[in-house]
């Protein structure tokens, strides 16, 4: 099949919720309040939090895509999406640091060690640097196998998010249902194609 221009449309898409973003900060800059609403810290890091879920998410269901829709331009796609992914979670971070501690390192180590929803979304942080890192091909090509198996760290990763999520929602569960059900039927269907693979793979030898 010719390739179609996923690729583009996909950088498109996980752009549109930061230039949503910046044009909420110039509204809000103009007219304090009016973009990011009364409380301007604690709406940017819910927001990148949002969108690194669902990015984190999305990324995750890149391989089944590929096997549902039978298109290998999803695969080309994979890094470009993790990348996006790993940009929002970074920027969560930052705007938490930024607006929740002023910059000061002594408080992130006390929430880090006080609060577990903290903990759980710096384990998720730690799971995804390591994979950000060694995204190219360059290091793809150096691991080897072991480049699959660190990869790996992506469900540690978005059960450490979820958790992480759990923890810190106090109302309005319905979007956690929905992201932890994804999570769910994305793993299980790696597992039963993993198997299969192990099936025939035993078959033929
Ligand atoms: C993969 C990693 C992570 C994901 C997917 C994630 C996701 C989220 C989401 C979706 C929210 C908004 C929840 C809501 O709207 O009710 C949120 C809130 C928050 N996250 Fe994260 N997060 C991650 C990592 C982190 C890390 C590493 C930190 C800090 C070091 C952090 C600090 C916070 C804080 C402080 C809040 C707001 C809590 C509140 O206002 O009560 N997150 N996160």
Redesign the pocket.
């Known amino acids: 099949m010719k390739a179609m221009p996923l690729k583009p449309l996909l950088a498109l898409a996980l752009s549109a919720p930061l230039l949503w973003l910046a044009w909420l900060i110039v509204v809000d800059v103009q007219s304090p309040g009016a973009g990011l609403g009364p409380d301007a810290g604690?709406t940017l890091?819910?927001y990148?939090?949002?969108w690194?879920?669902r990015c984190?998410l999305f990324a995750f269901a890149i391989s089944p895509f590929r096997h549902w829709t039978g298109m290998s331009v999803w695969i080309r796609s994979r890094r470009m999406v993790g990348l996006f992914a790993f940009a929002y979670?970074c920027l969560?971070?930052l705007s938490?640091?930024a607006w929740?501690l002023g910059f000061q390192l002594s408080a992130?180590l006390e929430?880090?060690v006080e609060r577990p929803?903290?903990t759980?979304?710096?384990l998720?942080?730690v799971c995804?640097l390591p994979m950000a890192v060694t995204s190219t091909h360059a290091w793809r090509r150096r691991l080897r196998h072991n480049w699959q198996r660190l990869h790996r760290l992506i469900y540690l990763?978005?059960a450490?998010?979820?958790i992480?999520?759990w923890w810190?929602?106090?109302d309005?569960f319905a979007e956690l249902v929905i992201y932890t059900l994804c999570f769910g039927v994305l793993c299980a269907d790696r597992f039963w194609r993993r198997r299969q693979t192990m099936a025939a793979q035993a078959t033929n030898a």
């Open positions: 604690e890091v819910h990148l939090g949002e690194s879920i984190l979670v969560h971070i938490y640091v929740y992130l929430d880090l929803y903290i759980m979304g710096m998720a942080f995804l990763a978005l450490a998010g979820l992480h999520l810190l929602t106090r309005g």
